[in-house]
């Protein structure tokens, strides 16, 4: 073949120029992204049920949910969260690979199952089924210049915004913090006793004088013989203002008096949710947080929200702006610009080692020219930090299949003094078999990686296919176009700069001592297999040391704050303290942060008014250079100011470095009530392990996945008196669940769109358990029955926040591995303080430590496929056992400085880890092969 090529220099170029136009188109049109789709895909499922508690979402809703979810295609595990402000969500995590709109569909069908079981209230407010993953892409948030408070806000967005961009391609779940305004009844129960009145009669006069009616038509179809018009009929429709629902008639007398809801409730335009205070840098906000859809790109999606943003934003009111405040896009976009910068960097050092070698201009064209070709050849998959970090890897093997053509020719000129074209056609002879053997060993190192499952085989893929598609280019380039222009360029030739001689004089010199050292030591043989197999003992020693990981952690330009106040406090009490950390951050750490958005009332772990989520958003890398200026110094100091703060429990967290995986940086455990011990004994093994974990030397930052315990009250209902004085349950339930919890009546019509009509009793009534005894009922006489006369109020304790893990009661520990450790070492330890747990309690990881746990079960198989796919295939080609043996007995002494060189460097075993393992077996292999094909053919000739 690579005669072929001397002769013909023209058809190499174009087959060279047809890879690198392919590339370069592919390259132009491939999505840009940090990693590929790694994140398993999700299916996420919300319910509603306004006024209900954590237990009674639980109970009714979230257990029923479960119960039909059986039989779905790749389904993982499942976890739950009901929460005491009545939502449950589900969250159904699916194997890599799995379609994910056929495993929405099947959960939809599940559902279909569970509906008809579920409370009316949640079945009238339906089941939201959305795909997305668990990671934010970005946050956007309105305010105003002139004077819109946050209802208005909130408004606008949920009703202007929400939809429009939840269309967006690429969008997942949206997390929205405000609420659109809704008709709220404000009922006053001391008036509703007077008239006689229950929340049900308030409720039914409602919907009979807030409905829409069909008129028909005049002159419809069929009609009579002579009928000339035809004409649309309105009947009455919804109600629209807030006088509308004032004037509502709730009752009307025998004198012609009439009594109406204004009469006995305040009614008001507000918010349907005021259950959180969103503020940004200070300023009263309204929020929405974008997730990203399975499958999409983060960069073109958040793209295609900025511009549908910027397209509504035309239209806001006078004074409303927006703000992007947290976008996770720029850090990928700096990660591929990074690793584009190291790319060049690498190109040019080659190019500058290449030219300190070959001494000539001529010569050293030669391999350059092959590092376009096969750079561009290699993008057809995605361009994301895998594939760039795989093509940085192969640089080095990419031009060390041109280099040896071209030393290999030069030699001949030298050596035999032969004219180019004879020389390289002698070069190919001897050295094609081992170019060709070399590509053949580097991809059976590498094709394994590509059939590894999960999320770990994904991110092996992106490396595996990128250099084995690098090494075989290269070999096809330097059979082809370097063959040609060896024929071609190449000159005889002596170096005359001093700077050169002065090398080659230290280099051969070099050479020589090497030469004298390994003829002593071919003397002794027993003391290099001694020293070999005191080496392999130290690499294992050192190799099982290493602390594990997943992926490292990086400075991704942004943390997250949590803050947790006693059981019990209040929403101001809430802000207060958000409020005192705002300040401090936006004062003594300005230098450095750009945005800071705070919500009290809404976290990753729960809502309630004592806890509070905080967004940290840091400024540009460029303008943050100093290690002070890092994000895990920033996170240090603001965790050492407020560690101590005796008012409430505050922590600092990263994002996970694979944030579709994650929301947090660190571990995810799930602690399992395995065998129905009940919420107050899985409380007590959580605090109990909890206790130990924050003892724990190698463990860091260790806290809750949910919210602790809180004061509640239950209501006692004596059955027998209530039915004593002419009540039933169902009526009390009713009251209680309207007055208390609130009520979703209707739909009304506010500026053309569609809102809903609450009703409840109103704050002052609302504010104690002794409030209990100004509610009445009605009963079957038409008299008003005090609560307090069937109805008992006790204190309890219960969460505010219940889990579940694969349809058992859960409870999440999350944490990070101590200064110096790693996630790996962190996992360890608690899974050893795991053994302590009382009897009936198990565990589970899961998000990333799930993915890292699949991954070290794999790392030992995959090792041991590469070694046996090398052995295989060097044997096939040069049929013989004796080569590859000799070729895999190299390969350790690479191992050996890569292991060392991590071990002092302090480094972690990762993923990234493993990968350059194997591009190191692959480099001692290569070298090997180089040595061993030459020694056996010169041994074939008697040499």
């Given at each position: 073949m690579s005669d072929f090529f001397i002769d013909r220099p023209i058809f190499a170029w174009v087959l060279a120029i047809i890879v690198m136009l392919v590339g370069a188109l592919a390259f132009w049109a491939l999505p840009v992204a940090q990693f590929p789709e790694i994140a398993s895909p999700q299916v996420v499922v919300t319910a509603k049920f306004p006024g209900a508690s954590a237990r009674t979402m639980e109970d009714t809703v979230t257990q029923i949910i479960e119960q039909q979810i059986s039989g779905i295609d790749g389904l993982i595990y499942m976890a739950s969260e009901s929460d005491a402000t009545g939502t449950s969500t589900l969250t159904f995590t699916f194997a890599n690979g799995t379609d994910i709109d056929i495993a929405q569909v099947q959960?939809?069908?599940?559902?279909?199952?569970?509906?008809?079981?579920?409370?009316?209230?949640?079945?009238?407010?339906?089941?939201?089924?959305?795909?997305?993953?668990?990671?934010?892409?970005?946050?956007?948030?309105?305010?105003?210049?002139?004077?819109?408070?946050?209802?208005?806000?909130?408004?606008?967005?949920?009703?202007?915004?929400?939809?429009?961009?939840?269309?967006?391609?690429?969008?997942?779940?949206?997390?929205?913090?405000?609420?659109?305004?809704?008709?709220?009844?404000?009922?006053?129960?001391v008036r509703m006793a007077q008239y006689h009145l229950n929340p049900a009669d308030i409720a039914r006069a409602i919907r009979e004088q807030n409905s829409q009616t069909t008129g028909g038509q005049v002159g419809a179809w069929p009609i009579p013989a002579g009928q000339d018009i035809n004409i649309m009929v309105n009947a009455s429709s919804r109600l629209t203002s807030v006088d509308d629902f004032k004037r509502i008639i709730l009752k009307r007398n025998t004198d012609g008096s009439v009594l109406r809801l204004s009469q006995v409730a305040r009614v008001e335009l507000a918010a349907e949710r005021s259950d959180n205070v969103i503020r940004i840098n200070g300023h009263p906000a309204a929020s929405l947080i974008f997730g990203l859809a399975p499958g999409a790109n983060a960069i073109e999606t958040a793209r295609a929200i900025k511009?549908?943003?910027?397209?509504?934003?035309?239209?806001?009111?006078?004074?409303?702006?927006?703000?992007?405040?947290?976008?996770?896009?720029?850090?990928?976009?700096?990660?591929?610009?990074?690793?584009?910068?190291?790319?060049?960097?690498?190109?040019?050092?080659?190019?500058?080692?290449?030219?300190?070698?070959?001494?000539?201009?001529?010569?050293?064209?030669?391999?350059?020219?092959?590092?376009?070709?096969?750079?561009?050849?290699?993008?057809?998959?995605?361009?994301?930090?895998?594939?760039?970090?795989?093509?940085?890897?192969a640089i080095g093997l990419l031009v060390d299949d041109a280099i040896v053509v071209v030393e290999n020719v030069e030699r001949l000129m030298k050596e035999e003094h032969l004219q180019p074209q004879t020389a390289t056609r002698r070069s190919m002879r001897q050295i094609s078999a081992a170019l060709?053997?070399?590509?053949?060993?580097?991809?059976?190192?590498?094709?394994?990686?590509?059939?590894?499952?999960?999320?770990?085989?994904?991110?092996?893929?992106?490396?595996?296919?990128?250099?084995?598609?690098?090494?075989?280019?290269?070999?096809?380039?330097?059979?082809?176009?370097?063959?040609?222009?060896?024929?071609?360029?190449?000159?005889?030739?002596?170096?005359?700069?001093?700077?050169?001689?002065?090398?080659?004089?230290?280099?051969?010199?070099?050479?020589?001592?090497?030469?004298?050292?390994?003829?002593?030591?071919?003397?002794?043989?027993?003391?290099?297999?001694?020293?070999?197999?005191?080496?392999?003992?130290?690499?294992?020693?050192?190799?099982?040391?290493?602390?594990?990981?997943?992926?490292?952690?990086?400075?991704?330009?942004?943390?997250?704050?949590?803050?947790?106040?006693?059981?019990?406090?209040?929403?101001?009490?809430?802000?207060?303290?958000?409020?005192?950390?705002?300040?401090?951050?936006?004062?003594?750490?300005?230098?450095?942060?750009?945005?800071?958005?705070?919500?009290?009332?809404?976290?990753?772990?729960?809502?309630?008014?004592?806890?509070?989520?905080?967004?940290?958003?840091?400024?540009?890398?460029?303008?943050?250079?100093?290690?002070?200026?890092?994000?895990a110094a920033i996170q240090r100091r603001l965790q050492l100011r407020f560690h101590d703060v005796p008012e409430a429990r505050i922590i600092f967290f990263r994002p996970a470095t694979i944030r579709e995986m994650a929301r947090s940086a660190g571990?995810?455990?799930?602690?399992?009530?395995?065998?129905?011990?009940?919420?107050?004994?899985?409380?007590?093994?959580?605090?109990?392990?909890?206790?130990?974990?924050?003892?724990?030397?190698?463990?860091?930052?260790?806290?809750?996945?949910?919210?602790?315990?809180?004061?509640?009250?239950?209501?006692?209902?004596?059955?027998?008196?209530?039915?004593?004085?002419?009540?039933?349950?169902?009526?009390?339930?009713?009251?209680?669940?309207?007055?208390?919890?609130?009520?979703?009546?209707?739909d009304f019509s506010d500026r053309g769109r569609t809102k809903r009509v609450y009703m409840q009793a109103d704050a002052p009534y609302r504010t104690q358990a002794s409030d209990f005894s100004r509610y009445h009922v009605r009963n079957g006489t038409g008299g008003m029955v005090a609560f307090p006369t069937f109805l008992t109020v006790k204190e309890s304790m219960g969460s505010p926040r219940l889990e579940r893990y694969q349809g058992e009661p859960a409870a999440k520990i999350m944490g990070e591995a101590a200064k110096g450790g790693s996630s790996g070492t962190a996992m360890a330890a608690m899974e050893e303080l795991a053994t302590h747990l009382p009897e009936g309690f198990g565990f589970a990881w899961t998000g990333m430590s799930w993915q890292e746990k699949q991954a070290g079960s794999q790392v030992g198989l995959l090792y041991l496929l590469s070694v046996v796919a090398v052995f295989l295939c060097l044997a096939a080609l040069y049929e013989s056992w004796s080569v590859p043996l000799a070729v895999l007995l190299v390969v350790p002494s690479g191992i050996m400085g890569a292991v060392g060189g991590t071990w002092i460097s302090s480094m972690s075993n990762g993923v990234y880890f493993h990968i350059g393992l194997l591009a190191v077996m692959g480099l001692a292999a290569k070298n090997a092969i180089l040595i061993i094909v030459f020694a056996r053919e010169l041994y074939l000739k008697g040499v």
């Open positions: 959960i939809q069908n599940k559902l279909q199952l569970a509906l008809p079981m579920l409370p009316e209230e949640v079945q009238r407010q339906g089941l939201r089924v959305s795909k997305s993953s668990v990671g934010i892409l970005l946050i956007m948030a309105l305010i105003s210049h002139e004077g819109m408070d946050a209802g208005d806000l909130g408004d606008y967005l949920a009703s202007h915004l929400q939809e429009p961009l939840s269309r967006v391609p690429g969008v997942g779940q949206l997390t929205t913090l405000s609420s659109q305004y809704a008709m709220r009844i404000w009922l006053d129960p511009a549908k943003i910027k397209e509504l934003a035309a239209f806001f009111p006078q004074g409303m702006d927006y703000v992007i405040t947290y976008d996770t896009t720029p850090f990928v976009e700096i990660s591929i610009h990074q690793v584009y910068r190291t790319l060049v960097e690498a190109v040019v050092l080659v190019c500058l080692v290449m030219f300190l070698f070959l001494q000539n201009l001529r010569a050293t064209f030669i391999p350059m020219v092959a590092i376009p070709v096969v750079l561009l050849g290699v993008f057809g998959m995605s361009v994301n930090t895998l594939t760039m970090f795989g093509i940085v890897l060709i053997g070399v590509a053949l060993v580097i991809a059976s190192i590498f094709v394994p990686m590509a059939f590894m499952p999960g999320s770990v085989g994904i991110i092996y893929r992106q490396f595996s296919l990128t250099i084995v598609t690098a090494m075989l280019l290269s070999a096809l380039v330097a059979l082809t176009l370097s063959t040609a222009l060896c024929a071609a360029m190449l000159r005889p030739h002596t170096p005359k700069n001093q700077v050169f001689l002065a090398f080659n004089t230290g280099f051969e010199r070099l050479a020589l001592r090497y030469t004298a050292q390994i003829r002593k030591i071919l003397r002794r043989p027993y003391l290099i297999l001694t020293a070999f197999a005191l080496g392999i003992a130290a690499t294992i020693y050192l190799l099982l040391g290493l602390p594990t990981s997943f992926v490292p952690e990086e400075d991704q330009g942004a943390f997250y704050g949590f803050v947790q106040l006693p059981p019990g406090s209040s929403m101001e009490r809430t802000e207060n303290m958000l409020t005192k950390i705002r300040e401090h951050i936006l004062t003594q750490e300005k230098d450095v942060v750009q945005n800071l958005l705070t919500v009290a009332g809404y976290s990753f772990f729960g809502a309630g008014q004592n806890v509070g989520q905080l967004y940290i958003v840091l400024k540009d890398w460029d303008a943050r250079k100093t290690p002070a200026a890092q994000v571990f995810e455990f799930e602690l399992m009530d395995l065998s129905g011990r009940g919420h107050a004994a899985l409380m007590a093994a959580r605090d109990e392990l909890l206790l130990e974990a924050r003892a724990h030397r190698g463990l860091s930052n260790v806290r809750v996945g949910g919210l602790d315990d809180v004061v509640q009250y239950d209501l006692v209902l004596d059955v027998d008196k209530a039915m004593a004085h002419g009540l039933n349950k169902g009526e009390i339930d009713a009251a209680i669940a309207a007055y208390w919890g609130g009520a979703y009546i209707n």
